[in-house]
């Protein structure tokens, strides 16, 4: 890998980044919009930026999962069968991925954060009525988000709660308690993937993961005390503030 610092600078800065994005990540998702561009801006490998990332990444989701599971916002009847689909979709979004040059990824990549950006700004405000056709996309959107985070991952948790939010009319922070059971299954399965192939660097992603930890616990712990207000209008800040970084870079 061609970084631009060195080893210590880019753990330092990285380490930095991860604390943020997973403070961000446990409270409106969205964290990866910051730390894959960080990753590849300093001069990793594509697929080892993805692979590291979901290493990192499993960390910050278990500690925001386990913090709302034990405050009793984890309410969702069949957690169980929806982490496995997620599982599922990731496994294989993300055998598709690490078949990818670095050259086609390197393409892909831009095209999918500014999509999702934009995608996060327009869909903030849907609110339909749940009816049975609605309801029967509800597990396929989650293989599709599921595959989506082993293909690519960025923005994955706020998918996950627009689905829990337009689709099953969750409340906020129920759809944000779910979501990161979800996110940590669709994690977890990638990371597994990138792991058998060789494609993670593990000693920035354990120092990453430290990150994750401490960023998940001060965000999610923020969400279960402020609520409902607090996180909505977060949501709506760092989808916008993501999209202007991403256009403008």
């Known amino acids: 890998m061609n970084l631009l610092y060195d080893d210590l600078t880019v753990y330092i800065i990285l380490f930095c980044v ?30 080892v930026t993805l692979g590291t990332n979901k290493l990192q990444s499993c960390f910050g989701t278990a500690t925001s999962s386990y913090n709302y599971f034990k405050n009793g916002l984890l309410k969702e009847k069949n957690i169980k069968f929806l982490f496995l689909i997620s599982f599922i979709g990731s496994f294989f979004g993300t055998l598709l991925v690490s078949q990818l040059s670095n050259e086609i990824l390197n393409t892909i990549i831009p095209i999918l954060l500014i999509s999702a950006a934009i995608f996060l700004i327009v869909n903030k405000k849907i609110n339909i009525k749940s009816v049975s056709i609605i309801l029967s996309f ?62 993670v660097f ?33 949501i709506v800040l760092i989808s916008i503030v993501l999209s202007i970084r991403i256009l403008l870079s």
């Open 18 to 47: 991860a604390l943020i994005a997973s403070a961000i990540d446990a409270i409106a998702g969205g964290g990866g919009l910051l730390v894959v561009p960080t990753m590849l801006l300093l001069g990793l490998n594509p697929l």
């Open 202 to 234: 593990w000693e920035l992603g354990l120092i990453m993961a430290i990150a994750q930890i401490l960023g998940a616990y001060i965000g999610s712990n923020l969400a279960i005390t402020k609520g409902e207000n607090f996180v909505r209008p977060v």
């Open 138 to 199: 509800f597990i396929p959107f989650i293989f599709l988000i599921g595959f989506y985070d082993g293909f690519f991952g960025p923005g994955t948790g706020t998918f996950f709660v627009l689905t829990f939010l337009i689709i099953k009319q969750r409340n906020l922070m129920e759809a944000t308690s779910a979501t990161k059971v979800l996110n940590f299954s669709s994690n977890f399965a990638a990371f597994l993937v990138f792991a058998y192939k060789g494609l």
